[in-house]
């Protein structure tokens, strides 16, 4: 089974910048697509971005021109690069498989706070 370690949440200030990482167990490459997850208390995970084939990005609206998603297949590692950051933004960040209805084991994401 694939298992996926995010890193990378922490503190920051609106306006501010992280880089979310999420290392895989299994040859990146493998895996056609894989997004990013956001969940926040009292609401559904929702993907705020995929990858697929490695060069086909996809953003929801709300971090379009802020968020890029990126990998490195020899690190076997899936990236988040989050700029301009705000509050709404906050949340536990996990990454997954993507566009296939089914998914490995959720990892323990990682958080992500931005104060105002």
């Known amino acids: 089974q694939v298992q996926l370690v995010e890193s990378g949440g922490g503190l920051v200030q609106a306006g501010g910048s992280l880089r979310l990482s999420c290392q895989v167990s299994r040859t990146i490459s493998s895996i056609y697509a894989m997004g990013w997850y956001r969940q926040v208390p009292e609401k559904e995970r929702e993907v705020v971005a995929s990858l697929a084939g490695g060069s086909k990005e996809w953003y929801a609206d709300s971090v379009k021109g802020r968020f890029t998603i990126s990998r490195d297949i020899p690190k076997n590692t899936l990236y988040l690069q989050m700029n301009n950051l705000k509050p709404e933004d906050a949340g536990v960040y996990y990454c997954?498989?993507?566009?296939?209805?089914?998914?490995?084991?959720w990892g323990q994401g990682t958080q992500v706070t931005v104060s105002s």
């Open positions: 997954n498989r993507f566009g296939t209805g089914t998914y490995f084991n």
